[in-house]
């Protein structure tokens, strides 16, 4: 089985945007739509604060509200645990938009609901997926869960992670280091 994660390391990433940029290019994003972004986020007390920032994106969920409320089928789990839109079978009903608690989604002037897809397209030929390939810190890493040895498995049994609003129990694979 393969298990697709992504793992960010929010101390090398320096909030530049390329990735937001590479993903916009590479998968004709159109202009004022993302399927990925930079948060910011303030730790610590005042004194001792740390700024913290994520590249965030579709978190390709193991449970998956946006799958299990898609009327028509079109949003599914893809091989590999990916979370895609068959764009033909969206009715841009929205159901997905309003149970996905990242805000990961987003409505394509087309009419059909786009998101980040692991750049499917890329991963399947054993590619990186565009925003990873174009980070100038390398503080993004794509991979699989499922084989022990590899490099996102490593980082995870070796530094301290943590996925975004764990608590909403859907089970995110990307994974942030900090
Ligand atoms: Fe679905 Fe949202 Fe999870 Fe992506 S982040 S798989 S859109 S629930
Ligand atoms: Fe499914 Fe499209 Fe409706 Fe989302 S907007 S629930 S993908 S039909
Ligand atoms: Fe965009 Fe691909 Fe990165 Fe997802 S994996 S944010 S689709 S470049």
Redesign the pocket.
């Known amino acids: 089985m393969t298990r697709y994660a992504m793992v960010i390391d929010t101390i090398r990433c320096v909030g530049c945007a390329d990735c937001v940029i590479a993903c916009q290019t590479e998968n004709d994003v159109p202009l004022g739509f993302a399927r990925d972004w930079i948060v910011q986020i303030t730790n610590g007390v005042y004194g001792d604060l740390r700024l913290e920032i994520q590249s965030q994106r ?4 193991t449970d ?4 299990r409320t898609c009327p028509t089928g079109a ?1 599914h789990v893809a091989e590999g645990g990916i ?1 895609l839109v068959n764009h033909d079978e969206c009715i841009g009903c929205q159901a ?1 938009i309003t ?4 805000d ?2 987003y409505v394509h002037p087309e009419g059909y609901v786009d ?2 897809t692991f750049c499917h397209h890329r991963t399947t030929k054993g590619e990186n997926p565009a925003c990873v390939d174009v980070c100038p810190t390398y503080a993004m890493t794509f991979g699989d869960l499922d084989d022990k040895n590899s490099e996102v498995n490593k980082l995870l049994t070796t530094r301290r992670n943590k996925t975004i609003i764990p608590e909403a129990g ?1 089970e ?1 694979n990307v994974f942030f280091l900090d």
């Open positions: 579709c978190n390709h969920c998956t509200p946006c799958v949003s979370v997905c149970s996905c608690p990242y990961a989604r998101k980040c859907t995110p």
